[in-house]
């Protein structure tokens, strides 16, 4: 089993930032995928950005240039530095933990974001 905690979400007007964490525990295996996935009211959850234990990254085209992700593997944390947030990033963020070579995941409890001014 794996626990998330995510934190870091609030309100912020358009043009702002803010700095998502997710701390991983439990059954931690070294060679695996955590990311961010968000879902807006009346949407389906939609991938954010993901970062492999060895620092690759991808992201969605609607955030890039504008969101960082990072990773503590030490301290089986994952970040989302979010700038010039825009009213549609307004969502819940979700993050997200998957075994390399394993089709589950497990998720987090999600955070709010609302980009408003």
């Known amino acids: 089993q794996v626990q998330l905690v995510e934190s870091g979400g609030g309100l912020v007007q358009p043009g702002g930032s803010l700095r998502l964490s997710c701390a991983a525990s439990g059954s931690i295996f070294s060679m695996n995928v955590m990311g961010w996935y968000r879902q807006a009211p009346g949407k389906q959850r939609e991938l954010v950005a993901i970062?492999?234990?060895?620092?690759?990254?991808n992201y969605a085209d609607s955030v890039k240039g504008r969101f960082t992700i990072s990773r503590d593997n030490a301290k089986n944390t994952v970040y989302l530095q979010m700038n010039s947030l825009k009213p549609e990033d307004t969502a819940v963020y979700y993050c997200?933990?998957?075994?390399?070579?394993?089709?589950?995941?497990?998720w987090g409890q999600g955070t709010q974001v609302t980009v408003s001014s």
């Open positions: 970062i492999t234990s060895g620092g690759s990254t």
């Open positions: 997200a933990y998957r075994r390399v070579g394993v089709a589950d995941a497990y």
